[in-house]
């Protein structure tokens, strides 16, 4: 650690004090974690695109010498509160899994009910965009949500589809920003591509559905896909292919589902991207395939990844695609599936595998929700570069009890599970809880973070047992995929190669039309360490020190809480009886001290810090009267 001294004017209302403190600025290492967020009184739930913060949206200390960054995590999900309505919930974590800041947004107004679908990080370091969906009867609307890095709405957009009787409207389940454009069809690096479904005809029926924007939300194209008649069709990821050399910039490939006579087969689109046409003409690589068994069936996919390990790459040197979804392999079970495309061909598969218990007797569950390459090298442990990763639920471990979120390691080549390189992860082992790991990302050591990957998803645990229903859950492993806490257990389920596919011809057609609305915004409070720690609402180091009384006899608030670095933090005194000293103390999210000062002579007013050396993050600020003792939590963020 270093160690520097610094010198402060502080002033109250009612006299001024020069203070001398002594700053620890620590150098720390990221380590494997369980944390759930959420209110005791409303359910939250994590989804898609889960992943480190980069760029310009890290949280790098104005300390110039110092050598460490808190990177940290942004997640997404959806704060259920049965009270009033649903809202979208963001949560920026540090490395250690404190939040930094977690907001629930009302997209459109007081008695909408919004969902968080998926989240990522803009490549110019402007913050992130956000997809999901917003209803207000009677409408279903897909919206985009642009945050900066602390959170702020920037803009947001609704995009809505015809008004039909019964018809379910417009849902947004994907986003990701393209690198590729055509300047000639009005397309350019930076677009956002957004994938979900909307309803067509009077009866419910639903098409698969693409739409570009450029970076600020205005539609370029919009196309809805249906592969035949008496089907419905949802579309729940989106990848940017590979460009086709001298041919086109980069082709968009989708992964869903088609539903027929409550039958399910797994659906794959590829289509240019820069206009959303599909054509199924020789070398050109687009089309749309089906893969699945035979009635009754229930296959999806839910996610797709292109690889990047040059010894996957197809017949024509394009990169394979592997997608993920869960396939209905035996009498009364739901296994994991697994689909290989030569050059992300849909219709030329490599290899297709399902994963799971194998016993087509019990009736358990395996069901994969994300899927990533390890594009990093990782330095030890059962997961190394180019393998991959999944994550989603099993009930496997338990015998069909329990639904346990899980992560994976894949081998590329076979598709098979490597062995020693699963676990599951449950808060606890009661009856009939359900936890389920919604998406993933792998970790690189970069901005003080150690390798591994981080999960997000959800989790009916109730660690706090307040009859909390449910809460999001969030982790991080080492290359193991380990969080070292008591809560995980070994997943090596078996694996067997399958067959089959249909290649098909969607038609397609265009429905959008957009506006812009203004969210409202409200920060809380929510996180709790699991799985080996205490269930109160304890940072480690921390707890064993509250040992006085925390109720004093008057009060202490702190102002701004949640401001940003370098402002003076104000402790701010209201009451009759205030007293003569106070020992005010800082820590951080781990445990550590930061600062520690004594103030004579308090009298009435005010103490001011100053933080212009804090890293953003979460900290404890302590009062101690020598009698009396009270912990506030703050939370700096850029």
């Not at 110092?66 to 649903?86: F, H």
């Not at 290989?340 to 061909?345: F, H, Q």
């Not at 050591?445 to 809460?471: H, K, Y």
């Not at 996180?527 to 109160?536: A, K, R």
Request: glycine fraction near 12%.
């Amino acid at each position: 650690m270093k160690l520097s001294n610094t010198c402060g004017w502080t002033a109250s209302l009612a006299l001024t004090f020069i203070v001398c403190w002594t700053t620890t600025t620590l150098t720390l290492q990221a380590q494997q974690w369980q944390y759930v967020y959420g209110g005791d009184n409303t359910s939250e739930d994590g989804f898609r695109g889960v992943t480190p913060v980069t760029g310009l949206c890290r949280s790098t200390p104005s300390c110039t010498s110092c050598s460490t960054q808190t990177d940290g995590y942004i997640a997404v999900g959806t704060s259920y509160d049965p009270s009033t309505n649903d809202d979208l919930y963001v949560v920026r974590t540090d490395n250690n899994g404190a939040a930094i800041w977690e907001i629930t947004y009302d997209i459109s107004g007081h008695g909408s009910n919004d969902e968080g679908r998926s989240i990522i990080e803009l490549s110019d370091g402007s913050g992130f965009v956000v997809v999901g969906n917003t209803y207000t009867s009677p409408n279903l609307e897909a919206f985009l949500m642009k945050i900066d890095c602390d959170g702020n709405v920037l803009w947001t957009q609704t995009y809505r589809g015809p008004l039909v009787d019964n018809a379910t409207g417009v849902t947004g389940m994907d986003v990701i920003e393209a690198t590729t454009g055509d300047a000639s069809q009005g397309t350019s690096a930076g677009d956002l591509v957004v994938t979900g479904t909307v309803a067509i005809g009077t009866i419910s029926f639903e098409d698969g559905l693409i739409f570009r924007t450029t970076s600020t939300g205005t539609l370029i194209w919009n196309t809805h896909y249906n592969t035949g008649a008496g089907t419905s069709d949802r579309l729940y990821a989106l990848i940017e292919a590979t460009p086709l050399p001298g041919v086109r910039t980069g082709d968009l490939i989708a992964a869903g589902n088609q539903v027929q006579q409550g039958n399910y087969q797994a659906y794959v689109l590829r289509v240019d991207g820069n206009n959303g046409s599909v054509n199924n003409l020789p070398g050109l690589l687009q089309g749309a395939a089906l893969y699945g068994g035979a009635a009754p069936f229930a296959d999806r996919f839910f996610s797709l990844v292109e690889l990047q390990n040059p010894a996957q790459t197809g017949t024509n040197g394009q990169p394979n695609v592997v997608l993920a979804g869960h396939g209905d392999a035996t009498a009364g079970g739901t296994e994991i599936f697994l689909v290989k495309l030569d050059d992300g061909d849909p219709c030329t598969p490599l290899a297709q595998r399902l994963i799971g218990d194998g016993d087509p007797i019990t009736p358990e569950v395996d069901i994969a929700y994300d899927i990533k390459e390890v594009t990093v090298g990782f330095s030890q442990g059962t997961i190394s570069r180019w393998d991959l990763v999944l994550t989603g639920l099993s009930s496997m471990v338990t015998g069909g009890t329990n639904n346990d979120a899980m992560l994976l390691g894949i081998n590329p080549g076979t598709l098979a599970p490597i062995a020693g390189g699963g676990q599951v992860y449950r808060p606890t082992t009661v009856a009939n809880n359900s936890d389920q790991g919604w998406s993933l990302a792998i970790v690189d050591a970069v901005g003080g973070r150690t390798q591994g990957v981080v999960m997000c998803g959800g989790t009916r645990s109730d660690w706090m047992s307040v009859s909390d229903f449910q809460d999001m859950y969030f982790l991080k492993t080492n290359t193991s995929l380990s969080t070292g806490l008591t809560c995980e257990a070994a997943y090596n389920p078996q694996s067997v190669t399958v067959t089959g596919v249909e290649c098909i011809d969607p038609t397609w057609s265009s429905t959008l039309t957009q506006s812009a609305v203004t969210p409202d915004d409200a920060s809380h409070d929510w996180g709790d360490p699991v799985c080996g720690g205490s269930p109160i609402k304890a940072i480690p180091g921390i707890a064993e020190e509250s040992t006085k009384m925390l109720t004093l006899p008057y009060e202490v608030r702190l102002t701004p809480n949640r401001l940003h670095t370098g402002e003076n933090l104000r402790l701010l005194f209201k009451g009759e009886e205030l007293p003569e000293m106070v020992q005010v103390g800082v820590v951080n999210s781990l445990g550590e001290r930061l600062k520690e000062s004594s103030w004579m002579g308090l009298g009435v007013g005010e103490i001011a810090l100053s933080t212009s050396e804090w890293p953003a993050g979460v900290y404890f600020v302590t009062v101690d009267d020598g009698t009396y003792r009270q912990m506030i939590r703050v939370v700096f963020v850029e």
